[in-house]
């Protein structure tokens, strides 16, 4: 069985018997178009938060690549071990900075290569980001029973979609695509 929690907009901690996973961690206030807010705001407590197997970044935006918390997390040994695998797109810039701050273990990702970690797949999906300079990808986990979608920012077509079914059938929760401006 998985289970979802929100942290703040696309930072979300996925768990599964064996696995949990990470995603997008922002947990600081940061200075987006002049606002400075979090959707949803969080008060977080971090002893609550668990080992991480899997610290997954979608792309460089700042609402979902953070360095403040990035930096946080390297340090913190009762969250982040050595052993955790970090998924990230091909982008230089951002490999750059967690090379930077001493992460180890990136696997650059590619559309809809599985990756298996303990008792989860997990399937990067693509983007049709065409406006943006650089890769984004959104995450597939499924456990063989349930299958979650963070589509995070991703700009998806009916293909991919179709795709997604064919590869799972139906999903049992989807995270999708936050739009403030629409």
Request: glycine share 2%.
């Amino acid at each position: 069985m998985i289970k979802t929690t929100l942290i703040a907009h696309a930072s979300m901690l996925i768990q599964s018997n064996k696995t949990t996973i990470l995603t997008d961690p922002v947990w600081f206030d940061y200075l987006w178009e002049e606002v400075n807010v979090l959707c949803p705001s969080i008060t977080l407590n971090l002893k609550q938060i668990p080992p991480i197997d899997v610290l997954n970044i979608s792309h460089r935006h700042q609402d979902h690549f953070d360095v403040r918390t990035l930096a946080y997390l390297i340090q913190n040994k009762s969250i982040f071990t050595p052993n955790t695998m970090i998924l990230a797109p091909k982008d230089d810039i951002l490999i750059e900075v967690l090379t930077e701050l001493n992460y180890k273990n990136i696997k650059i990702v590619e559309d809809f290569e599985a990756i298996k970690v303990n008792d989860v797949t997990l399937t990067p999906t693509p983007s049709l980001n065409e406006g943006d300079s650089f890769p984004e990808h959104g995450l597939l986990v499924n456990d063989g029973e349930v299958t979650v979608w963070n589509q995070v920012d991703t700009i998806v077509s009916p293909e991919i979609i179709s795709y997604i079914h064919k590869l799972y059938g139906r999903l049992d929760f989807s995270h999708s695509r936050f739009l403030p401006l629409l």
